[in-house]
């Protein structure tokens, strides 16, 4: 019998929802959730999921009480207040603020990633503006060359909250982009990054269609 209490809104292709399968794996706590797949596109809105979260975005969790959390941080934080293990996230001081900042910046990434899906994918050639889609890959290339200059040595120490969206982040461009490029331009993500993929969480969540 499933002992699972909580239900993820789930979706392979979301990196969010990656993020929250990676906190899911690292602190031991899959048997807690019970994941309903469902398909989402921005003009193709699930019911289901509006019902739950206004926004129509994933993840969402909802809790055994009925109340449903989202987005992707709130979920993230809350099931790291439910294992015994280290936090994945420092719960005070200059860590926490340095950790909430780095994974809000690789969350940076993701909008921006998601966001050329979207335009590439979903809206017409002929309308497709590139300037924006220019500005947006300069934000994933500003932020990926901060990783790189300024956040290495601390990705390396731990496998926590913020080197989780960081890796989620990597493995989205690699999935829609994978022309990319990042690891000439980035060694050392591009070290940090094969080392991570070989994690157990990491090979059991590869984005998928
Ligand atoms: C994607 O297919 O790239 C995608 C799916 C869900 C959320 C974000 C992106």
Same mark, same amino acid.
């Given at each position: 019998?499933? &002992?699972?209490?909580?239900?993820?809104?789930?979706?392979?292709?979301?990196?969010?929802?990656? @993020?929250?399968?990676?906190?899911?794996?690292?602190?031991?706590?899959?048997?807690?959730?019970?994941?309903?797949?469902?398909?989402?596109?921005?003009? @193709?809105? #699930?019911?289901?999921? #509006?019902?739950?979260?206004?926004?129509? @975005?994933?993840?969402?969790?909802?809790?055994?009480?009925?109340?449903?959390?989202?987005?992707?941080?709130?979920?993230?934080?809350?099931?790291?207040?439910?294992?015994?293990?280290?936090?994945?996230?420092?719960?005070?001081?200059? +860590?926490?603020?340095?950790?909430l900042t780095l +994974?809000?910046?690789?969350?940076?990434?993701?909008?921006?990633?998601?966001?050329?899906?979207?335009?590439?994918?979903?809206?017409?050639?002929?309308?497709?503006?590139?300037?924006?889609? &220019?500005?947006?890959?300069?934000?994933?290339?500003?932020?990926?060359?901060?990783?790189?200059q300024h956040a290495?040595?601390?990705?390396?120490?731990?496998?926590?909250?913020?080197?989780?969206?960081? =890796?989620?982040?990597?493995?989205?461009?690699?999935?829609?982009?994978?022309?990319?490029?990042?690891?000439?331009?980035?060694?050392?993500?591009?070290?940090?990054? =094969?080392?991570?993929?070989?994690?157990?969480?990491?090979?059991?969540?590869?984005?998928? #269609?």
């Amino acid at each position: 019998m499933s &002992a699972a209490t909580m239900t993820l809104y789930h979706a392979a292709a979301s990196p969010f929802v990656r @993020k929250v399968m990676l906190v899911l794996h690292e602190t031991a706590q899959l048997e807690r959730v019970h994941l309903q797949s469902i398909l989402v596109a921005p003009t @193709k809105p #699930n019911l289901a999921l #509006n019902a739950d979260n206004p926004a129509g @975005k994933l993840p969402a969790l909802r809790l055994a009480d009925g109340n449903v959390l989202h987005d992707s941080r709130v979920i993230c934080e809350y099931l790291d207040h439910l294992h015994d293990g280290e936090p994945l996230l420092a719960r005070q001081g200059a +860590a926490r603020w340095r950790s909430l900042t780095l +994974a809000s910046l690789a969350d940076a990434i993701l909008d921006a990633a998601v966001l050329i899906r979207y335009e590439t994918f979903l809206r017409p050639a002929d309308r497709q503006w590139e300037t924006w889609l &220019a500005a947006q890959q300069d934000k994933i290339e500003r932020s990926l060359t901060y990783f790189e200059q300024h956040a290495l040595s601390e990705l390396r120490q731990r496998f926590d909250m913020a080197a989780i969206g960081l =890796a989620c982040a990597l493995g989205y461009l690699d999935f829609r982009q994978p022309e990319h490029g990042w690891r000439e331009r980035h060694p050392g993500l591009a070290d940090w990054y =094969a080392q991570v993929s070989q994690r157990p969480s990491m090979l059991a969540t590869p984005p998928t #269609n």
